[in-house]
Nanobody, 126 residues
Framework: QVQLVESGGGLVQAGGSLRLSCAASGRTFSRYAMGWFRQAPGKEREFVAAIRWSGGSTYYADYADSGKGRFTISRDNAKNTVYLQMNSLKPEDTAVYYC????????????????WGQGTQVTVSS
């Protein structure tokens, strides 16, 4: 079992930044790829970003504008923690953000992830 606890959510104005953290406990964290997903009211849970167990490769949803540094995923295996740095936030980024862990399968599909945190609310005001 892997237990995941997210933190760092909150209320921020459009254009602001937040850094989400996800602390893991249980089985060896470094063996798992980690992902961030989000779910807005009335919408399905969608992929945000993922990172390989080694941290060597990262994956992003198109809207994350990773090339512009809008969303950045990272991990610190020594601290059993994965992060999501979010910059230039927009009202449409408002959602509950979840971290998740997986051993195999697609990085982009929520169905491939075995363990989930309880989520942290991010609200972006206009």
């Amino acid at each position: 079992q892997v237990q995941l606890v997210e933190s760092g959510g909150g209320l921020v104005q459009a254009g602001g930044s937040l850094r989400l953290s996800c602390a893991a406990s249980g089985r060896t964290f470094s063996r798992y790829a980690m992902g961030w997903f989000r779910q807005a009211p009335g919408k399905e849970r969608e992929f945000v970003a993922a990172i390989r167990w080694s941290g060597g490769s990262t994956y992003y949803a198109d809207y994350a504008d990773s090339g512009k540094g809008r969303f950045t995923i990272s991990r610190d295996n020594a601290k059993n923690t994965v992060y999501l740095q979010m910059n230039s936030l927009k009202p449409e980024d408002t959602a509950v953000y979840y971290c998740a862990a997986k051993n195999s399968g697609s990085y982009y599909s929520r169905y491939e992830y075995e363990y989930w945190g309880q989520g942290t609310q991010v609200t972006v005001s206009s």
